[in-house]
């Protein structure tokens, strides 16, 4: 069974960087799309971003546009947020997601597979 694995959250400085890695072990992963969403205490889980399986095409939330990018690496099963400029309000955990379609899903509904999170804390 896959199972993904988040890493490289930790605690930075508003306007400071972090690099999320999302590695899928014991399966495939190249036809996969996958997603980044996050969620904070008291908030519903929300979209952050996601990029087709061919690495060609992605999409990201408004709220990070120009900030966050996803990007990916078959041949490692692994994909990355690379989150610039952070702010108070990224605060949350952030999980990865793979979803088997087609396209850039956003809903939650459209990814099967989740990892446990990584927890990212932006201070001011």
């Known amino acids: 069974q896959v199972q993904l694995v988040e890493s490289g959250g930790g605690l930075v400085q508003a306007g400071g960087s972090l690099r999320l890695s999302c590695t899928a072990f014991g399966g495939t992963f190249g036809r996969y799309a996958m997603g980044w969403f996050r969620q904070a205490p008291g908030k519903e889980r929300e979209f952050v971003a996601s990029?087709?399986?061919?690495?060609?095409?992605?999409d990201t939330a408004n709220s990070v546009k120009g900030r966050f990018t996803i990007f990916r690496d078959n041949d490692k099963k692994t994909v990355y947020l690379q989150m610039n400029s952070l702010k108070p309000e990224d605060t949350a955990n952030y999980y990865c997601?793979?979803?088997?379609?087609?396209?850039?899903?956003?809903?939650?509904?459209?990814?099967?597979?989740w990892g446990q999170g990584t927890q990212v804390t932006v201070s001011s």
């Open positions: 990029i087709a399986w061919d690495r060609v095409a992605s």
């Open positions: 997601a793979a979803a088997e379609v087609y396209g850039l899903p956003r809903s939650i509904h459209d990814f099967g597979l």
